[in-house]
Structure formats: structure tokens, C-alpha cells
């Protein structure tokens, strides 16, 4: 795959998530089951960079972290810190906006139990790459979970071991960028306080004054 290669919505290059897609849309004929584009800002400030799309959030409504559990706190997040017009994201025709903000994900298509292999990761990775190097000279990158900081590292062509994922960790990376880390939203690390509202919100308050500056 080109490295600048476009999003494709149609794209069936990984057969195991292709086949996955298909059974899961024999079982819920209405769910979206397709590479889930990015959305929000074509010119954004930030890009939040999430794992993949999840069974019964963006795999059924199409959009990224819509209406699913993990969307709860960051959408809440992202409206209480001025990046969305809205606290809440259900459905597509919820009125939702982002402002200055970017979603996607490392990983286009629902894997099984949330699980992408590592081929499956770098086979989408240069969709991430083309949305990487269409941002803003100074955009801030913000990954969520150590595959997503993975997979940007990767898009940017640059050594894992050179940039280590850590909750509140910043990286100036080469281009200019700034890449932020934080815990991913998911249900699980909320539930058991891994990650707690007001240590994601903190991620959130520094990259508003960083945008700001």
C-alpha cells in the first residue's frame, strides 16, 4: 500500500476483518460494518488518534467513538474543553460537531475482541500516514493507548523504542508536531480507575493552552 494513499471505504485488504465484518453484518443487517472514516475538522488543531472502531459504537453508527461506552467520557471531555459543540455522540444525525478537532483510528475496520494483529495494523497504517502529513504544520497529535502512539510512531517512519508511550508523556516529533499520550478511554480502564475523568480531562485543559499558545 502507498504511503499517501487515500482512505477507502471500500477497502478489504485484511482478510480476517473482512470476513469478520461480514459475519457481523449478517447478525445486525443495520450496523455500518466498513473502514470507519475519520471526522470532524478537515483542517484541525488536534487529531486524536483512538485503536479501532468498536462493535456497537462506531462499527454500527459509521462514526468514530459514536455510541459506544469509550465515546462517553471523551466526547464529555472534548465539549467540556471547547473542542465539540455537544457532551453527548449517539447516532450520525445527532447534531454533533467538533471544533478544531480531528477523530480516527489506528485501525480502520472492527477487529475480533477488539484485537487487531500487528499485520493488520501496519496494513492500514499509511491511511494514518496520509492523515498525519495532511494536518497543520502545528497540530497536536494526541494518541490513545499505547497502539494507537504505536501506530503514529510508524506513520512518521520513526523507531518505537525512540518515543515510549506513557499517560501524560510529550513527544516533539521531527516534523514539528507534538504528540501527547493517554490512557485509551475504554471501558475497562475507567471501570477499574486506571484512567479517571479528571486525569483525561487534564490531558484535554493541556492541549487546549497548547493550541491556544
Known sequence: MDNHITF????ELCPRLTKFLGQVK????????????AFGASNPSLLIVGLAPGMHGANQTGRPFTGDHAG???????????FA?????THLKDGLKLINCRITNAVKCLPPDNKPST?????????????????????VILALGK??????????????SAYKFAHGAQHQLPDG????DSYHCSRY?????????????????????????
Open 8 to 11: 477507502d471505504s471500500d477497502c
Open 26 to 37: 449478517q447478525k445486525n443487517a443495520s450496523y455500518y460494518c466498513k473502514p470507519v472514516p
Open 72 to 82: 462517553i467520557l471523551l466526547y464529555k471531555t472534548l465539549y467540556e474543553t471547547g
Open 85 to 89: 459543540n455537544q457532551v453527548t455522540s
Open 119 to 139: 499485520a493488520e495494523i501496519k496494513q492500514c497504517n499509511p491511511y494514518l500516514a496520509q492523515e498525519i502529513h495532511s494536518l497543520p504544520e502545528h497540530a
Open 147 to 160: 497502539i494507537a502512539h504505536d501506530a503514529i510512531m510508524r506513520a512518521l517512519n520513526q523507531k518505537l
Open 177 to 180: 508536531r507534538l504528540l501527547i
Open 189 to 213: 480502564n475507567t471501570q477499574t480507575r486506571r484512567l479517571t475523568e479528571p486525569m483525561f480531562q487534564a490531558i484535554f485543559q493541556e492541549i487546549r493552552q497548547i493550541v491556544e499558545r
